[in-house]
């Protein structure tokens, strides 16, 4: 980042200014110990865990500052076509910590994590879930979430695919949670690529309520990917948040390019958020494309909910 002052990273105090959630840190990302036998594998420790497309429970990898959990992580391919995950979270590692900050360095508590995915063949791969989430510093976020998710692609022919997204879930309080709640929560996407051009278009609902401390949260996801990149619906405002998205994409060679509009309004009540831009640009090169620089843009134009929010990330990486 160029400039600590210019930003809130949620540690450093500068909270007139637009969120970006990286402060300044260093800290061990994983240390685990892991067993394999056959179709079983445990692990114990601080790790990595994603399920499904990361709405619910990812590792925020876009982030200079990875989310992992210390945990006891167990999973099974014993039964043919079906993918068993169950994890004891004790603690999270959130990309705000370890120092506290205007959000809590770490979540404290004992969460169940369930996930089942059976592999469907041509017509792609369903899973069920169960999260019980019980975060003791945070404790108006803890919830039960159960729901299914079904994701696939379908080959048309060699340079053209469909695709599809299509998620369910219902959520309610949890442990000590003081408030009494119920809400839903859905997402249907469709995409179709064609040689080098894809596109897609989607729906997402994160149900709300007149009343605070009602609507559908995800906590423990891989925010950033979902509702816009500025960020501005990291935690779900009262009223719920309806998503409505159409993305296109190309690539040329090295260059894979992305540009994504969405329209956001409330679930619950009749008030319109606003709606943003998206558009990265990344070119891989090296003998091996191990390298990688790109440009990310996202420009959010409020409407009733926040203020106009426009940011710009310059990245570079490379894998070994």
């Known amino acids: 980042m160029l400039g600590d002052d210019t930003y809130n990273s949620t540690t450093n ?3 007139d200014r637009p969120l970006v959630a990286d402060p300044e840190y260093t800290e061990v990302n994983q240390a685990y110990l892991q067993l394999k036998a056959g179709t079983f594998t445990g692990l114990a420790g601080r790790q990595r865990i994603t399920l499904d497309n990361q709405r619910f429970i990812g590792n925020v990898g876009w982030r200079q500052n990875e989310q992992t959990y210390d945990a006891l992580t167990l999973k099974s391919s014993a039964l043919e076509t079906t993918q068993l995950h169950y ?3 004790t603690n999270v590692n959130r990309i705000t910590g370890p120092d506290e900050g205007t ?3 770490n979540y404290h508590g004992a969460t169940h994590a369930l996930n089942g995915k059976v592999e469907l063949g041509a017509f792609g791969a369903v899973t069920g879930f169960a999260y019980l989430v019980d975060l003791e510093n945070a404790p108006a976020l803890s919830s ?5 998710h079904w994701a696939g692609t379908y080959k048309v022919k060699e ?3 469909l695709n599809w997204l299509a998620s369910y879930a219902s959520q309610g309080d949890y442990a000590d949670n003081p408030n009494d709640y119920s809400t839903d929560y859905y997402l249907l996407e469709g995409g179709a690529t064609f040689g080098k051009f894809g596109f897609k278009a989607g729906y997402e609902v994160l149900g709300g309520d007149d009343q605070p401390n009602h609507a559908f949260q995800t906590p423990l996801a891989t925010l950033h990917a979902f509702q816009g990149w500025a960020d501005k619906f990291l935690t779900t405002p009262r009223g719920g948040v309806e998503d409505l998205y159409l993305g296109a994409t190309a690539t040329f060679g090295p260059v894979a390019l992305q540009i994504v509009w969405h329209d956001f ?3 619950a009540l009749s008030q319109d958020y606003g709606n943003e831009w998206n558009a990265s640009a990344a070119y891989k090169f090296g003998a091996k494309k191990n390298y990688e ?3 990310k843009f996202a420009d959010y134009q409020a409407d009733g909910f926040g ?3 426009t940011k710009l990330w310059a990245q570079f990486s490379a894998a070994f």
């Open 87 to 89: 994890s004891y979270i």
């Open 144 to 148: 039960s979430t159960y729901g299914v």
């Open 293 to 295: 620089a790109m440009l």
């Open 159 to 161: 340079s053209t695919k």
């Open 13 to 15: 105090g500068v909270t």
């Open 103 to 105: 959000q809590p360095a």
């Open 307 to 309: 203020t106009d929010t």
């Open 265 to 267: 309004r409330a679930e």
